[in-house]
Every structure is written in C-alpha cells, then in structure tokens.
C-alpha cells in the first residue's frame, strides 16, 4: 500500500466530505477545520500527487470575474482514494480511543 | 482609484514560473484567494500572501515533463550513461589511467588549437576587416617575382578617387623620433595617418576625438601611450635638430595583441607631407609606405586590382616598365601570416614552419591517445558482449547497440575532457613560454577555445567509439553467448592500432634528433669570423667627426682590442658585359678584417699610408669571384661602380663568410672603405671576460659623446642565436611532442600487454606444466609484440625521413641524414617498449601454475 502523506490525508477527506472543491475552498475549508492557514501552492503539489496515484480526479469549472476570467479545477476524491485511507482512519480512530481511555486513567490517578 | 488588483508583477511572475498547463488554475486560485484574504484579513496580508505563493508555484515544477523527456529515446540515452557510469566504476583504475591519457592528447591538441586559432584571427578585429586591405607591389627581377606590401604617396592619392571599387583610402607610415624623458632620450616609434583611417579601423576612442585631424599639431594616442605623458598632454619630439610640439587631442584604447598594425601615437599625414622633398609625394614608385584601403560594398576584388593596374600602367615611368610592376590587395587578415619582401613597418610575423609543427604534434599526440582509448574499449567492451547478446535477445537493434557504445565512448571522452581542462590550465603557462604568445586563464573561457574543445572531445569520441562500437553492434547475439570469450589481446585491428602508436612515436622522436642536431650545427658552425666577444652599437648619427672621436676614446680603453664602423650590408647590381648578377656591399674601415678574424686567401688588407685605397680598392669575396668570372681577381679593375668609387681595383680577397643569417646563401660582397655610406653600426672587440663595469663605462663615454641618443648595443653573438628562434622553437616543440607521444604509446602498450598476458595465464600455466623454462614464455610473447613494434619502426621512419629531409632542404649548411638518428630512435622506443613488456611479463614467468588451473 502506498503511503499517504499527512497533507494527502487532510485534502482527501476535504474532498470525501465536500464532494467537487477547487484549490481556493480547500485552503478555506482546511482553515475552517483546522484553523491553519495553508498555502495554495502546497495545496496544488499535493493535488497533482494525488493525481497521479489516482485518488482525485478533476475537470475544469466555470470562469468567474474574482479569477480574471479563468476556469476553476474542481478536485473530486476517486473511490481508490476513499480506500487509500479508509483502513488508516480506522486504525488511527482505534489507536486514538485507547489512549484516550488511558490517559484519562493515568490522570487520575 | 479602481477595485484593489493583484500587484501586476508578482502576476507576471507566475506567468513566467509556472509549467504552463498548469497556470489557468493556479493563476485563477491565486487570485480568488487574494480577494478571499483581503476581506477577511486585509489587503496588505492578501498582498504579502499572492508575492509569497507566487514564489512557491516553483514547487510544481517537479510535475512538468519537458516534451523530449517524454521520447523514448531519452530513456534510452539515460540508461546508455547509467550502464556506461557503472562500467567505468567497475573498472575505475583503468578507466582512470586511460582517461588521463587520453586526456594528456585532448589537451595537446587543444592547446595546438588554442595557438593556430589565435594566430589565424589576426587582423579580423575590424568591424570591415573583410573589406580591408593594403596595397601591395608585385615586382619582376631577373626572372623572378617579388611581392612587396607598400605603395607610394601619390597611390595613396590617386587610386581612391580614380577607382570607383575603392570607398577611401588612407596613408600610414611608420616613422621615428627622439623623445627626452627625465633627461633620457629614448626612440619613439609613432605613425602618420589619414583622417581617413578612423572611419576605416575600429577605433574607441575613450576621451576627445582626432577631430577634423588636418593639424599637424593635434594628434592622438593609446590608452597606454598617454600613461607616459605629462599633465599638460603634450608630446615634445625632436626630429634632427629641430624640437617639435603636439598636443593630444583624443585618446583611444590600445588595438588587441592580434593586430599587426598596433599605433601608439599618430600624427596628421600632412605632417610628414610638409616636411618632404616634393619628389617623394609625386614619383609613382617611391614604395616606402602602407595604403589601407576600403572596397566598396559588392564591388569584385579584381576589378579593384584590374583598376589600380589600369591607372598605374598610365601613369608608369617607363624606366620601370621591365619588371612589369603589378598592384595588389593583401586583405588585412593575411597580412599576419602571409609574408611580403619587404613590409613597411607591418610585417607578417606568424612563423608558418612552427604553425605546422605546432599542429602536426598536436594531431599526432591525439591521434596516439585516441587510438590508446580504442583499443582499451574494444578489449574492454568484448567482455561485455554478454551483456550485448541479452541487450539484442531483448529487442535491440544493431543500430542501439552502436548508439550505446558511441554514448558510453562520448561519456569518456566528456570526463577526459574535463581532466584535460585541469591539465592545460596548469600548462598554460608553460606552453605560453613555449609558442611565445601569453596566454591566461581569460582565453580558456572564450567561445573560440570553447568551440574548439568541443570540436577536438567530438573527434576523439568517433576516433576512439566508432571501431569498438562497430565490432560489438555486429556481434550475432547467438554466437556471443555460446562464445567462450577472448578478450582484446587477439585482434588485428587492435594490434595494428598498437603499430601506428609506434610509428607516430618513432617519426616524433625522429623529428625531435634530426631538429636537435641541426640546430646544433647551426649554433656550432664556423660562419667565417669570431663573433665571440664582439659588441654590436647602432649609431643612428650622421657625424663622422663624433664617430672619430668615438673610435679614439674607445681605442684608448684598456679593455678594448679593437674598434670598427661600418655601413650595414646594402645591395646593388653588377654587371660586367654578360655576367649580371646582384651584390651585397659594404662600407667599413681597415679594422674590420682583423676584427672579426676572416680570412685573407689572396692579397692584403686595406692600409691607411696607401692613398689610393681611399677611393679606388675593394675586396671581394670568393662567392663573388666565383660569378664575376674572374681567374686572377688581385688587381683586377672591376666595373663596380657606387657614388664615387668608380672602377675600383680588387686588392685581396676574403674567404666567404657568413654575414647574414645562416638560412641563406652566401651573397656576393663587395667591401670598400671609400665615405659612400653613412656607418650604421659600431663594432667593439672586448678582452674575454669583460665585465658589466666595463660595459658601463662604454656606455659613459656614449652618453658623453652622443648625449641625445639613447645607447643600443648587442653582443653579436647573441643576435647570431637570436636568427635561430625558429629552430630553437621547432626544436622545443618537437622535443616536447615526442615526449608526449613516447609517453601515451607506453600507456597504450601496457594496456594492451596487460590485456593479452590475463588473457593467456591459463594458457601459460599448462605451457609451464608440460615444462616451458620462464625464457620460452618471455620469448613467446615478445616474439609476437616485437614483430608489431618493428613493423611500427619501419612505417614511422620512413614518412620521418622523408618530410625532414625536405625540412632540411630549406637550409644552405645542412646535416645529412644517416642512420644513425633512426637507429637510435629506434632504440629509445624499443628500450622504453622492451622494459614495460618485460616488467609485464615477469609476472606470467613466474607464475605458479596451480593458481590458475584450479579453478572451474
């Protein structure tokens, strides 16, 4: 299985959760999250990575007059990304429950 | 003020960052989001954020595929290197030792390139070099054709108004003056020349202009010149008696090292033009200065000649009319190394024998090192015709085995290249000494060396690739995987390559004797008198009665054995009813015999208490009483007739010695001491081992009696060796290319006998065990080395032979040829040869045969 990158994990599930999103609403949803700001250019790489393994596919939008006429690339999480990271959220959510459970035990002690 | 925008050149940036199949969306991204960050954060953070992020599209780059990296063949050409990168690790010590060699023959012949590059751009400078030219005289002389670059005044004058081809033209002549420095007179050599000439040259001028340059007051000099002059920029001349003033008007850059043609300082024409007889302005063939001309865009050279002939024909004395006199155009890019009779102060000065040997050594050492790299690849290669078989099962064509090869070949020929550039930058220096040209680190970074290495790396990549590639693409792939493989050692070719390594040697080493012994027999040979301790004074002064009292001063100096004047050797005709032949003659005193010890083989020498000596006896030498005819020249009356020496009486005869440099023919010669001529030069006879004290107070009594003329004084033997540089030159260079080629053959040989002796070891071993003594194994190989190295001997001593006799044609006292040099170069070769097999071979003769049957 290939590995997935921390920023990959982040993008990916943006895009599991918000269906069809462009570079811009990513960084907006990442710093709604996350409260995070992120650069676009670190976004774009990671997408075009991605691309390339296959979890996203894209298609162009429609232009608006805040992008000085130019086309939207709308990113859209492909079912290969869904399983890419399928099992590591669910082994990261096993892993996150113990330690809260004993975390809170060593506290009170 | 509009609606807030994205700064405009950070956009413009991205348009030049980012890959372009990306920039709509990135473009549009960054923008949405400048307006996105200036509402919610404010315009100066949304502007801070587009400069960064511009920056940061750099990182897509990495998903950019230019389109030749999507050719297969560009995957192909990267496995070609990694593949070649991987065997020349494997085999790195090797690989190293030939790469030097190979490149010790790129630096060779890079440098060679370096010198004859340089001195083919003479002159090419000028924005029109290619219309430039000078005019030059052809004349006819007793059946032969002499070219001489000059033109006289009224040429200058007439032929660029007359002659349509011709744009404008200019005058320049060299002329010589006494300039006073802090109480020092020293020569100055300066230039006359036509306003004309600075829209003709490329002159920069970097302060002033020559101005209308009608004045013959306002002239103007060199950068450098003007270092020496005075605040008031004022140049004080003396020409005779009389003390002149110029005043610099502007200030130009010095012309580069590659121009023949070189002011320091020029004055306006009219100059000289009002300080000559009117004779020398108007007579058509006083030849005695240059005429740059400038043809006219599209207009043929031969219809510019055809026309200067034209008008030259109607104006001709017809005095002149039997040497048929022809006008020429020497363009000024020839004017370096094509060289004319006589110059006028722009002389060619490229020594064409030492041009050709310098390129003859290069070729050869490269020729040597590429036929080295060849054969270490071939034998190198075949080990891998394995890997060449699988490569054809998998698909590959014949045609991508060869591109292999040749890449991986280029890939050598690249990482010898850069060695070479490491070698010659640590030689450079050396070599300067060598050719006499100086040259830095600045002319290994111009595009003509650049051009020039990469020309000589792709010579040597086909020379060394192209035979090993060809071999290995023909191999069946079948039959090289079944082939039990023999590796180099066995090919004809490669031995064959071996052979001409020798040959070229040989001949070098041929070359580098036969230079060396003729320049020794040049140096050691009896010129007919004793140049040794004779000092050489030019007088440069018009006053016999100083030179008097010269002459008793320096008679009267304990030191001093003897003392003469005289002339310098001029020409004329002499003609005696049938017999004409030309003459040299020379004004002298009663000293000059005995000063210089030639030999009297008839009659006497000139004698003061005689009068008639005066104006009325000669002597002559044997070359002249050989082809005046004469049976019994003592006493003769010769019809020799110079000013007022008219019919003189020959009263001796001296044996032929050689007053002029040892390249040419003793001349006939005539010597009188009748006061035709003014004394040119000074001859002093010191005791041996006179001192630099000595010297000084020759040089006190100078200043005492000629206080405004600098001393210039030569040991006459010096200038003797100093008529030898071109041999001297040839001889370095030779010496140092044999050198060179004896030391690549040696590499090649080892390699070579390397390869063939591993080959064998097995083979040995059963020789020793059926009972082969070390002496039969030693014989064995040899026996098979030797019959190559002597078929080398033989190839390479005879073109040697040949092109050197030839050499040496050139030169009126001459060495013969024998065997001797042959021999002995045959010898050095065989000993350096015979040591490097025998130091090989020791090592299979005394091998224990177990170690190597073991195995299997």
Known sequence: ?109 | MGPTKPPKWADWLIEKICPEEYLEEVQGDLHEAFYWREETKGLPFARRKFYLETFKTFRLFRFRKPGFMNNPFFYLLKNYFKTGFRFIWKTRTYSFINMSGLAIGIATAAMAYLFLADQYSFDRFHDKSDRLYRIGAQLEFRGETEKMGGASYIMGKTLPEEVPGIEMATHVKNGIALRLIDQDYSYLVFHYADPQMFQMLDFNFIKGTPGAFEDPENIVVSRSFAKTLPASNELRLLFGEEEKVFSVTGIYEDFPMTSTFRPSVIIPFNFWVSRVAARRTESWFDINMNVFVLRREGAALEDVEAGMNEILAANLDSDMASANPQLFLQPFSKMHTDKLEMGNGLRATANLQVLWVVLLVGLLCLLISCFNYSNFALGNFLSRSQEVAVRKVMGANRNAIFQQFLSESFLGTIMAGVLAFLLIQALLPVFSQFVGVEYGFRDLLSWRFGTGLALVLLISTFLSGLYPSVVLSAKKANLALKERLKVGGKSFFSWFLVMMQVSITIFLIIGMLTTNQQLDHLLNFDLGYEDENVLALSIRDTSEQRLDQMHRELERLAFVQSVSSNSGYNGTDYKDGEIDFSTSHLRTDENFIDLLNIEMVEGRNFDLEIQADQAGAVLVNETFVKRAQLNNPVGEVIPFDYGRLTNPRIIGVVKDFHYEALQSEIQPLVIYTAPEYMMQTLLIKLNPQSSQQEIGQIEALWRQIYPTRPINYTYLEESNAADMQTETQIQRLARSGSLIAILLASLGLFGMVGTHVRQRLKEVSIRKVNGATPLDIYLLFSSKFGKWLVSGFIIGTIPAIYFLNNWLNNYPERIQLSWGIPMLSAFICAAVFLTIITLLLIRVMNLNPATHLKDE
């Open chain 1, 1 to 109: 299985m290939e590995s997935v990158g921390a920023l990959e994990e982040i993008i990916l599930m943006i895009l599991l959760k918000y269906e069809e999103c462009h570079g811009v609403q990513i960084a907006q949803h990442h710093e709604a999250i996350l409260s995070k700001a992120i650069s676009l250019p670190a976004i774009h790489v990671v997408l075009k990575r991605m691309e390339k393994k296959g979890w996203v596919d894209s298609r162009f939008g429609e232009p608006t007059a805040k992008r000085g006429g130019r086309r939207k690339r709308l990113y859209k999480a492909t079912p290969a990304g869904y399983h890419a990271i399928e099992k590591l959220q669910e082994a990261k959510s096993k892993l996150w429950a113990s330690i809260v459970q004993q975390n809170f035990r060593y506290g009170a002690n």
